[in-house]
């Protein structure tokens, strides 16, 4: 698989676009300079105690008062209040090394017992604030480096279930205690595996001097103050996900280039020459046909294969996912077998969409009925195996008999793009419509499915002027390469009463050969 990392960066925000083989599949945006990303570590002040959520509000510096569970205090949460309080003004500090760990918080106890108006605690951000939700906070501090998550206040050596060879098991278990110090414990990452012994233990001596950097932070500073900041979204990707399968990682910024290419030669001096900095006059996003992709990718009705699409609405509550075969059935005798061949093909979309929208909580996919059990359990199948390289927690329940999928999804980010629909040039806001940069690409969908499954070879498109001088803009047109692609003739007819993206697709006879409207097809 060929894997592209596209960073853009303006003076608001940095666009990080993870395309994998051209196609969009992850899309970041941070915020410039505005702090509180995930895995920060900060000291914070206790607020306000909600016994009735056995919960606490902690003011980190954030606009809104960052939350956290009794849960999240984490096991060890008293050995780590030692540690905080040990670094007051005026005291020694305590070395980790040299403490005795107390006995585990019990798992049932009340935040009340740990926690108090005005305390200073050592914090980590989980989640990021979402919506009118501040942050949500742990006490369980851990890590994260290339190889390795460095866990504090613990004394084993976990290892990534997608390690499966023994040896490297055995390997990395053996370096992990040659060099880990007293009371520290590691979970050994799937990048562990290919990695030497010596790069496995640069990086926990690394996390454990960047441990000891953070205790010294606490005496220099008053609550609420950010002790460790993480690294940039852009290098937290490239940590994650860097492997041979990287192709390229082009950026339009000086600065951040040369950012992440230190940061690249530090962990892997050979794939240095991946980084590139793009000089284009072109917008980066529009070179490498990302701007198409996230008007596309993040639209309301999202187009597949063959004539077949999908719904996505959002609320509050859930996320809703409609699938529908468009026009297929009606030219279709085998009724369970067009049902099955849309459900995977909307399946593999699915998946991509709630790793690229990072949509979370709940969500409800309304699958075409399958009547035939194998189906419906192949249907589950398919989409575990898909969603198994996203990296967010999820869980997927079985199809309901009304076909319906259930799948609960851990989303630690805000929406990376809420809204990218056009504003109505007719109404002038009052309504919207589709992005018409997606027009070409539904009406050459619709030729496909006209031309290679239903046999036609003449198609009449009556348009809007404006696309009608679009589909015949240049000497190798939209118009020809289509004829050339499905050995059809198509004629194109601007007419004026015709919306601005409104398309009939008519025989010669001036008959409908689709039962079409504002750009969406009729559900089956």
């Not at 002790?227 to 041979?244: F, K, P, Q, Y």
């Not at 997606?438 to 696309?467: A, C, F, M, W």
């Not at 059809?488 to 689709?514: C, F, K, M, T």
Request: glycine share 6%; proline share 3%.
């Amino acid at each position: 698989m060929n894997r592209e990392l596209v960073v853009n960066v303006t003076s608001a925000e940095i666009n990080i676009a993870l395309c994998e083989d051209k196609v969009l599949v992850e899309l970041n945006r941070e915020q410039a300079k505005t702090g509180f990303a995930v895995g920060d570590i900060y000291l914070g002040k206790v607020r306000k105690i909600m016994p009735g959520l056995n919960a606490a509000f902690v003011n980190i510096g954030h606009e809104r008062d960052a939350f956290i569970h009794y849960q999240d205090l984490g096991q060890h949460f008293s050995s780590l209040d030692k540690i905080v309080s040990s670094y007051a003004p005026g005291k020694r500090g305590l070395k980790l090394e040299t403490l005795k760990i107390d006995a585990g918080i019990p798992r049932d106890g009340k935040i009340g017992t740990f926690l108090q108006v005005g305390q200073t605690v050592m914090v980590q951000i989980v989640k990021e604030a979402i919506s009118t939700k501040g942050p949500r906070l742990t006490s369980d501090i851990s890590l994260a480096g290339r190889n390795v998550v460095l866990v504090p206040f613990s004394s084993k050596v976990f290892l990534s279930q997608k390690i499966r060879s023994n040896e490297a098991k055995k390997r990395l278990r053996r370096v992990a205690a040659n060099v880990l110090p007293k009371n520290f414990g590691v979970i050994i990452r799937t990048a562990a595996e290919n990695a030497t012994d010596i790069d496995v233990e640069q990086d926990i001596l690394a996390a454990v001097e960047k441990w000891n950097k953070i205790c010294q932070q606490i005496r220099r500073h008053s609550a609420p103050s950010l002790l460790m900041g993480e690294m940039s979204r852009a290098n937290t990707i490239i940590r994650d996900n860097l492997d041979g399968s990287f192709s390229q990682i082009c950026v339009d910024d000086d600065a951040m280039y040369n950012e992440i290419r230190n940061y690249i030669r530090a962990v892997d001096p050979e794939k240095e020459k991946i980084v590139k900095l793009y000089r284009g006059t072109v917008p980066i996003f529009d070179n490498f046909d990302i701007s198409r992709q996230i008007k596309s990718l993040f639209a309301k009705y999202v187009s597949l294969k063959r004539g077949a699409y999908l719904i996505i609405e959002s609320t509050e509550a859930m996320n809703v996912i409609d699938v529908n075969s468009g026009n297929r059935t009606k030219a279709e005798d085998n009724q369970e077998q067009t049902a099955m061949e849309v459900n995977l093909a909307a399946a593999a979309e699915i998946a991509r969409q709630l790793r690229l929208r990072d949509l979370g909580g709940i969500v409800i996919v309304d699958f075409i009925d399958l009547h035939k059990a194998q189906n419906r359990q192949t249907l589950l199948e398919e989409m575990t195996r898909l969603m198994a390289k996203d990296k967010a927690r999820h869980k997927i329940l079985p199809l309901t008999k009304f076909g319906l999928m259930q799948i609960t999804r851990q989303r630690i980010r805000p929406v990376a793009v809420k809204d990218i629909q056009d504003v109505c040039p007719t109404c002038g806001g009052t309504g919207k419509i589709q992005p018409t940069v997606l027009l070409d690409r539904k009406i050459e969908n619709q030729i496909s499915l006209l031309t290679q499954e239903r046999g036609h070879r003449y198609i009449k498109l009556v348009v809007s002027p404006y696309v009608a001088a679009f589909l015949n803009k240049g000497v190798w047109s939209l118009k020809l390469r289509w004829e050339w692609r499905y050995k059809a003739w198509i004629e194109i007819v601007a007419d004026q009463s015709v919306g601005i993206v409104d398309v009939h697709y008519r025989d010669r006879h001036d008959n409908e050969l689709l039962n079409t409207k504002h750009g969406t097809q009729e559900r089956a």
